[in-house]
């Protein structure tokens, strides 16, 4: 299973960082995805790791950064958080032999 952890309270201009680890039969993870969904909007893909390649979405770009990815556990470092990243957010991950998995979403609020 997919173990999302991180989330919290933050002022805007506040930095969080949010894991993902990979447990049990999970293993070899080639590729993160971190999407986030606020109340009444579209999901909206973050960040993705893939094969050691980061993207990030244009909302997050120069703020949001993988500071770690291996084949079980990720981190995403989020700095100068604004009210407007305020979500669930949710990783998944596709292993090797492209299964992809969900983990249950942790929840950001940022305050003004």
């Known amino acids: 299973q997919l173990q999302a952890s991180g989330g919290g309270s933050v002022r805007a201009g506040g930095s969080l960082r949010l894991s993902c680890a990979a447990s049990g039969s999970i293993f070899s993870i080639i590729a993160w995805v971190w999407v986030r969904q606020a109340p009444g909007k579209e999901r909206e893909m973050v960040a993705t790791?893939?094969?050691?390649?980061a993207n990030y979405g244009d909302s997050v770009k120069g703020r949001f950064t993988f500071s770690r990815g291996n084949a079980t556990f990720t981190v995403l470092q989020m700095n100068n958080l604004q009210p407007e990243d305020a979500a669930m957010y949710s990783c998944?991950?596709?292993?090797?032999?492209?299964?992809?998995?969900w983990g249950q979403g942790t929840q950001v609020t940022v305050s003004s």
């Open positions: 790791l893939i094969r050691g390649i």
């Open positions: 998944n991950a596709r292993d090797i032999r492209g299964i992809t998995y």
